[in-house]
């Protein structure tokens, strides 16, 4: 079995390495233009230029949940995308949204630059009943995410595009269900893939229909927000602010106005970050059931697109 490994943000060697001990047997090599045909490949962001010279690949493996970056390239119909089902993001996602929206209706950034000034003041205690959260996209990562923020005993509502029931959330869908989840939602996390359907879906409309004193949390991808309907409309007062991990452009481009807006918090696409042994565990697994001829999960529906 031939395995190829494409991806231009990390080094190679110690996924070799690890695909090496879980595989032992496979022949595991860094693609290059020209490289032999191969049984599957494990990328990010590839080049259509790998895909087209490996018609023969019999699954492609995403190193990430989110394939957005796959969608636009033409990949044979036979081939299996599969993209990662948790492998350990969905704690990491669970802590940073949560340590988001903590920070938020505790004040603790307030609080932060009243100690560096050497000011002790209190503020008057928020009731977490008037931040109800609503989490949009309940998958893999959103159902973990509003399971660990009703331990908070914050109100939960969940979004998604067919019906889901999370115990103790309220679950609402699709478009019939969008403006009353966005009407009783005050922190609005976005958990949904990048598609068709989801780009450019945070909005004046949609951002302007959270609660007065709305705040978001942005953990899935920048072109889901409309930047400048964002900044308006926490310049006018509607929205308190916002914690965003990612961006239209990564890396955010020096001269973009969120660098310096006060009102936002943000991170350089970390909240859940591809953890390389449970990775690699979850693809080694993954490609052992497809060689028994069984089925696996996370494999993508590209009519959807997630
Ligand atoms: P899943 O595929 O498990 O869940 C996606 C959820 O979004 C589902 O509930 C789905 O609805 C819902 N959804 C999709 N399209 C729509 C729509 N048009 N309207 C309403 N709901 C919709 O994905 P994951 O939870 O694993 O990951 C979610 C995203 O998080 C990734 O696609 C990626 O972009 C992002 N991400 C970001 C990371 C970071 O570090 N910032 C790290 C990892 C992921 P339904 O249930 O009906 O199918
Ligand atoms: C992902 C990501 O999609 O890291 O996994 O953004």
């Known amino acids: ?52 010279e490996q018609p023969g690949l019999k699954a492609i493996f995403n190193t990430g949940a989110g394939v957005d970056a796959l969608m636009p390239l033409r990949i044979p119909p036979n081939t299996l995308l599969v993209r990662l089902d948790d492998a350990g993001m969905s704690v990491q996602m669970a ?37 109800p959260c609503g989490v949009m996209g309940l998958g893999v990562l959103g159902t973990r995410v509003a399971r660990a923020l009703q331990h908070f005993e914050f109100p939960v509502l969940g979004w998604s595009r067919t019906p889901r029931q999370v115990e103790g959330v309220r679950c609402l869908s699709g478009a019939g269900g969008f403006d009353e989840f966005l ?14 359907d989801t ?35 926490l310049d006018e007062g509607h929205l308190a602010g916002a914690t965003l991990d990612v961006f239209r452009d990564e890396p955010l481009p020096p001269e973009h106005p969120f660098w310096r807006h006060p009102k936002l918090t943000l991170t350089p696409h970390t909240s859940a970050r591809t953890l390389r042994d449970e990775t690699i565990a979850q693809i080694a697994g ?5 060689e028994r001829g069984e089925p696996v999960a996370g494999v993508v529906d590209r009519e959807r697109g997630y």
């Open 1 to 52: 079995m031939r395995i190829l490994y494409h991806a231009n943000i990390t080094k190679p060697e110690p996924w070799l390495a690890g695909f090496r001990a879980a595989l032992p047997g496979a022949d595991i090599a860094v693609w290059e233009p020209g490289a032999p045909p191969a049984d599957y490949a494990v990328v990010w962001a590839p080049p259509q230029q790998l895909i087209d």
């Open 95 to 131: 802590e940073y949204v949560c340590h988001a929206v903590i920070r938020h209706v505790r004040e603790l950034d307030l609080y932060e630059a009243d100690m560096r000034q050497g000011n002790w003041t209190f503020r008057k205690p928020r009731d977490r009943r008037d931040f």
């Open 183 to 196: 009407a009783a939602t005050r922190v609005l996390v976005c958990l949904l893939p990048l598609t068709p």
């Open 199 to 233: 780009r450019d879906l945070l909005d004046r409309r949609t951002l302007g229909k959270l609660m007065k004193g709305g705040y978001l949390v942005n953990v899935a991808r920048g072109g889901q927000v409309v930047d400048q309907d964002l900044l308006a409309l």
């Open 286 to 290: 993954k490609i052992r059931a497809l």
